[in-house]
Every structure is written in structure tokens, then in C-alpha cells.
């Protein structure tokens, strides 16, 4: 009698921040922000939420939660308490994120007394609810693209995880980038190193040298 023992097998234990992180090339990046429909008012609003998160890097609550007084026009800086932290974060105002915001705040957004930037654009108007992950948004431009991807809802992270990739590849600091994404630790920012595959390969032992 054969009995199965594949239950009996213990996997080994993974720990979460081995696993590298999936994320989007820059052309995709790119051609999913340029696939979204400025010409609406909730187009303006997508737009300029996915920019924030391609551009920054920031994470979807910080999106959700960002006021009017963050950002501050005179000064083109975006000033926040991150969510997550709780820890200030200061950010230059670049230009195409400027524009988005100046175009969502004059052109789309609903009148409504509430300081933060970014509302529903179903009644009741008002800012997205606690935990909203804004999955519609980016599962919305990924149809505009024609981008397949299988967990739309992990899709701010992983505009996160990609703006932090090409960062490294660009030959940004590694602390200087754990600042930009907000970690409390550039430990947390390291594991960003096991995606950027052209340093990898520089590293890289030949067949002859492993031979040798």
C-alpha cells in the first residue's frame, strides 16, 4: 500500500523580505499613466493619484490622506505625516505632479469643503473611506493599457516597489532612497538590490571562475 508523505515534508521557512518585490519596468510605468483619460474629471483624479505614487513612490494611505496644506506651492514642496510612520516626509514638487494636481484641483475635483486633495466622485462627496487601497484606480488604467496583471489590488505597492528599483538602477543612494520611500529602516530598502539585475550580474561569478 503507497502512502503519500508529501504532508510529512516541512517547507523551509521564508522570510517575507527575501522574496523580491514584483514590479513594473519603467515603460510599462510609463505607458500606464500615459493610458488614462485626462480629458474626465475622474480621469484627473486617477492620473494624478498613480503619478503620486510613480513619481514618489508613496504609499496609497499617504495618497488618500494628503491635504491641501501638504502641499505647499510657493515653496514646490509636498510636506506629510506618513500614515504608516507617522513620520514627517518632505518632497520636491515636480513639475509634471504639479501639473496634475493644479489640473485635478481646477478642473475635476467636486466642490466639497473636506482638506484632503483626492474624493470620491460618487455621492456622497467626500474623502475615501479608512483602508481604501484604491484598487479601482490603477485596476482602471491597467485596462487602458492593456496591461495584464493578476493582482490589481497589490498595484499601488507595486507602483511603489518600481519607482524604488529604478531609483537603485539609477545609481541612487540606497539611504537616500530609504528616505524618499519613508522606511524606518534602510534594512527595509535593501531588499530592493535583489531586483536591480544589472548590479547582480556585475557581481556575478563567470562559468571559468566558478571552474577554476
Known sequence: MEVDLGPAIVLPRVPRNSVPPR???KATVERLL??????????????????LAARYGL????????????VRWREQRIV?????TQRPLELPLLADVDH???DYLQHGRPPCSAREIFLRHMRPIAPFSYGNAHWAVIDRALRAAGIADPHPRRG???????????????GVAIDTISDVLGHMSVDTTR???????ARLRSVALTEAEVRR
Open 80 to 84: 506629510l505625516i506618513q500614515s504608516k
Open 23 to 25: 514590479i513594473f519596468d
Open 156 to 170: 499601488f505597492h507595486r507602483l511603489r516597489h518600481s519607482r524604488a528599483t529604478q531609483l537603485l538602477a539609477d
Open 59 to 70: 504609499r496609497s494611505s499617504d495618497i488618500r490622506t494628503l491635504r491641501l496644506d501638504d
Open 191 to 197: 531588499r530592493y538590490t535583489q531586483v536591480d539585475l
Open 100 to 102: 496634475a494636481l493644479v
Open 34 to 51: 500615459g493610458a488614462v483619460d485626462r480629458s474626465t474629471p475622474l480621469g484627473k483624479r486617477d492620473y494624478a493619484m498613480l503619478l
